[in-house]
């Protein structure tokens, strides 16, 4: 009978580590990041976003996680999701739920499964929320999520004969934890005078962004850089990154995630304003 139970504990001991050993690996595979651009055609010109407030909201299929992450769209349309979850029976499924008042002003919310397993995904085309056929439901929501609001200044692009264009993504973080509060992204062009904005946006809860956009030099190539500003360390910060011009016409992603409260960065007091809105439920809730 001894016997018997040292087996069966044995047994259970090992069953334990194997449970375990299993949670470890799907902990390790059950990140994703969801990168894109959802947009609102500007009437006088298709191709642009048209200045609507668009909401992407990263979430699990099953429903267990209301909202793994959100963000707003940069002014030209571009968002970066990204979060992790924990499933005992099987990898979760994540679907974007986009909120937008594209359609005659009415407010609605389009649900788009990720049907890919890769930890990193980059939808292959841009969703023209006006005339994206899927399912789509009308539904009250309020288009000031539970991030703070930045009420963006939309500024015409270059001629797109003449233009020169990248994105830009990649992570923010204060010592390896999610800013606490809302990281301003600018891509800039660096230019004699003004320095012109290509796109702007917020960081979503989990520090994502991502940027697009065009601008153009009488003579030479654009100088693109980006500008972040940020509180990580109590008072207004910015940092400015400047992006080698082999990446013009491509996608710069950065290697390794930014940290805010580093010293590798250069760094200025630059006051900056978000405007803040009341205490309310982002959509979904």
Known sequence: MR?????????????????????ADRARSSCRLVRGRAYCP??????????????????????????????????????????????????????????HTCKQNQRRMLKLPINSDDAEYKIPQAINLRSYF???????????PALLVWIFVFISLANAD????????????????????????????????????MDEGIASGAGEFYLGGCASDLITSIDPYVSIYHRCKGTSKRIVIPIDQQYIGRNYSFPDVINLKSTEYEEEDHVFHIPKCDQIESPGQ
């Open 3 to 23: 016997q018997l139970y040292f087996i069966l504990g044995l047994l259970l001991l090992c069953g334990q580590y194997l449970v375990q050993s299993i949670n």
């Open 42 to 99: 500007d009437p006088n010109n298709p191709d642009k976003h048209d200045g609507s407030v668009v909401i992407v909201q990263l979430k699990s299929k099953d429903g267990y996680v209301n909202r793994i992450d959100e963000t707003f769209v940069s002014k030209n349309g571009y968002f970066s999701v990204s979060g992790c979850q924990r499933d005992l029976y099987k990898s979760w499924e994540p679907e974007l739920h986009i909120y």
């Open 134 to 144: 899927t399912t789509e439901e009308q539904k009250q929501f309020d288009n000031r």
């Open 162 to 197: 003449d233009a020169e264009c990248l994105t830009v993504s990649g992570k923010v973080e204060c010592d390896g934890e999610a800013p606490l509060e809302p990281v301003l992204l600018r891509l800039k062009d660096e230019d004699i005078g003004y320095d012109e904005i």
